[in-house]
């Protein structure tokens, strides 16, 4: 086999960090004329039916752009030509995921058709109660509506709320994605999109953790080990990933495609790290990105 289509041989103190060491090694210039596939399939653990990187999809996608910058003008991404019919993890569905009863499309600027339809919900006054959650199947923020009421066994409070008369009407755009085939997606929500174990974790080890745990219970522990979202699992190896990176690329004339948006870059950072460090991390990925 052709060197450059065999596995990177790392120096014995890389390779003895494991895949995380050598993406960094990677990272620091040793990408330079290489092939997209060779370093994304060097730096792995598994099979080449199913592999995990250590980094979430926020760094993937930086480890993507650190290859760019080290090829500009010259980005080999696979040996073999892309194939015509190959596609990228696009959204498309027939029928509403939130209600099939939703018959109604809009198009947005972007090209992705989305449920218009309204969901109408009557509400007594002073009883509304909103919480914002991000769904999955409109990709968004959605606020959600619904109806406070007082427990049965608070006599008064629920006699109040019984001969409460007036309503509120409250109206919910659905928003749920049908087809996103028409729009640009970027590099980050593609690879978010092939994770097979979205938000791939480990247990947390690390001091800092602990220590922003402790700050806000006023206590002293260790980190009892919580899920941190920093692995990322695909069913096929890292020369297969070129390819989905290779399109993601091709999407717009002069790689004009973008590595994220604010909004990707915001729901991967809430998925992959804890509360108290979302603004740290949605700084340090939007300077980098
Ligand atoms: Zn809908």
């Known amino acids: 086999m052709l060197l450059e289509l ?20 990677l990272k620091e210039g040793n990408m330079k004329g290489r092939f997209l596939g060779q370093c994304l399939d060097s730096c792995r653990w598994g099979s080449p039916y199913d592999i995990m990187y250590e980094m979430n999809s926020l760094e993937m996608t930086e480890f993507v752009k650190n290859w760019i910058e080290q090829n500009p003008d010259n980005l080999r991404f696979h040996y073999k030509e892309l194939s ?14 939130i209600n099939e009863e939703h018959k109604l499309r809009g198009k947005g600027l972007d090209g992705t058709i989305r449920c218009i339809n309204e969901d109408i919900k009557r509400i007594k006054e002073g009883y509304l109660f909103t919480w914002k959650k991000f769904d999955s199947r ?19 409070a629920w006699e109040e709320y019984k001969n409460q008369k007036n309503k509120v009407t409250v109206l919910q755009r659905c928003g749920a994605i049908l087809s996103d085939r028409g729009a640009v997606l970027p590099l980050a929500e593609i690879l978010d999109r092939l994770n097979e174990v979205p938000g791939g974790h480990s ?12 700050k806000e219970l006023d206590i002293n522990r260790e980190c009892f080990g919580h899920i941190v979202y920093d692995h990322y699992v695909l069913p096929f190896d890292g020369w ?50």
């Open 240 to 289: 297969y990933l070129a390819k989905y990176v290779q399109k993601w690329y091709e999407q717009l004339p002069k790689g004009t495609a973008p590595f994220t948006t604010p909004s990707v870059t915001d729901k991967l950072v809430k998925k992959t790290t804890t509360p108290d460090r979302v603004e740290v991390m949605k700084k340090k990925w939007n300077k980098i990105l």
């Open 203 to 214: 247990f947390c080890k690390t001091k800092n953790c602990a220590d922003a745990i402790n």
């Open 6 to 25: 065999e596995k990177i041989k790392f120096p014995p103190e890389v390779a003895e960090k494991g895949p995380s060491g050598e993406a960094e090694y």
């Open 138 to 156: 409109s990709n968004s923020v959605r606020t959600e509506y619904s109806e406070n009421r007082p427990f049965i066994e608070d006599e008064e």
């Open 84 to 97: 015509k019919d190959f596609e990228l993890p696009y959204i498309d569905r027939e029928v509403c995921p």
